[in-house]
């Protein structure tokens, strides 16, 4: 739906250098991807992820012996690691709970329906039905009215994933507007809300090629001897707070390359990795989109559509980092070109419709 063109990502606090911006060196949208001590929320968690599966190396934890020595501190062994370029440390992805959608609907709505449709999109979901009375009390021995509504909650599976079998499963916004149009069609429907829940994660303190922990001068020489023996353009960095040696290159390697030096270095002199895990993580801000009750078009997200909107669009394509949208703004103002992104087109179509040229 929408490609901002800042994106933001993340680190923890426990970032060496927080606070501190670098933009990777390679790989589709590296130039925009950032880190920073936190997910802030300002971008999609869907450009975060494609971020994270262009710009970072997953690493192979399921076949490789030294690939699975990365998780070796990690409650889930099914846990999804990234290198990142920059700094090479590795981010793990945490298990991941289902993103939601949230109807309010007459009390007659056709539940049954709404269960198969569901059911063709998501086998495994899970779908709980309830009423409410939200109508008003009795207040000084006056009558109460009922306002009896239909809530319905989906979601795509149950407890938690690990986070690419999550993300493999989890609802889509395409696939929710497909279920709006379906249950909408007949009428009935009150509101409708996609919710996009938090994806958690953690980085660790050590880096790809970090070993240890032991004495400086414990294996201090012997690994001089094999970056020498080996020609290899790397110095060591002894780390005096965790008692570790990290193998950093002169040159501009991605976090592969050090992934593959690792696993040179274990197959030389049969030493893995040593990792530390922050106990610390963060998460991504959860994010509900209105597909039922929105205004087409009303980009600032104020509830009303206004040529406002329509210069909204162009600040945001001209300088989106002073002039972000909202997501729920980003959605409404996708209005033409079959969901291409925000363009020049948009704002057009919005002064069209002011105009009752449309």
């Known amino acids: 739906m929408k490609k901002t063109k800042r994106l933001s990502a993340f680190l923890l606090a426990s970032l060496i250098s927080a606070g501190t911006v ?3 060196s390679a790989g589709a949208n590296a130039d925009s991807f950032y880190y920073y001590t936190h997910i802030d929320g300002k971008d999609s968690r869907k450009d975060f992820e494609e971020a994270l599966e262009n710009c ?9 012996i030294l690939g699975g ?25 945490d298990d991941a709970i289902s993103d939601d959608i949230q109807i309010w609907a007459d009390p007659d709505i056709d539940v049954e329906k709404i269960r198969q449709s569901v059911y063709e999109l998501y086998p495994d979901a899970e779908i709980s039905s309830y009423l409410i009375d939200f109508g008003a009390p009795e207040v000084f021995g ?3 009215i009922p306002d009896i509504w239909r809530g319905v909650t989906i979601k795509a599976f149950k407890d938690k994933l690990p986070y690419h079998e999550a993300k493999e499963k989890n609802i889509t916004l395409e696939n929710a507007e497909k279920l709006h149009d379906i249950i909408a069609q007949n009428g009935g429907v009150r509101s409708f809300l996609f919710r996009e829940n938090p994806i958690k994660a953690s980085v660790t303190y050590t880096t790809l090629t970090c070993y240890g922990p032991f004495e400086e001068n414990e294996t201090y020489d012997e690994f001089e001897k094999y970056i020498s023996e080996n020609n290899m353009n790397c110095h060591l960095y002894y780390n005096n707070y965790f008692k570790s040696i990290d193998f950093l290159s002169y040159d501009n390697l ?13 197959r030389d002199i049969n030493t893995k990795p040593y990792i530390s895990w922050s106990k610390s993580g963060n998460q991504s801000d959860e994010i509900t989109f209105d597909l039922h009750n929105y205004i087409s ?10 040529l406002s909107d329509a210069v909204a669009i162009l600040q945001s394509i001209g300088n989106p980092d ?3 949208l909202t997501p729920q703004g980003e959605y409404n103002a996708d209005i033409t070109g079959d969901k291409d992104g ?4 948009d704002a057009l179509t919005v002064q069209r419709k002011l105009l009752k040229l449309e």
């Open 142 to 144: 006056g009558e109460h």
């Open 342 to 345: 925000i363009t020049n087109l």
């Open 297 to 306: 078009g009303d980009a600032n997200d104020d509830d009303q559509l206004a």
């Open 322 to 324: 002073d002039y972000e």
């Open 254 to 266: 991605s976090a592969e390359d050090y992934y593959k030096i690792a696993e040179k270095i274990y």
């Open 69 to 93: 020595c990365y998780v070796l501190n990690i409650d889930n062994p099914k846990a999804a690691l990234y290198g990142t370029p920059g700094y090479y440390k590795i981010i793990r992805m």
């Open 22 to 24: 670098s933009s990777l």
């Open 56 to 64: 970072a190396f997953k690493i192979p934890v399921e076949n490789e």
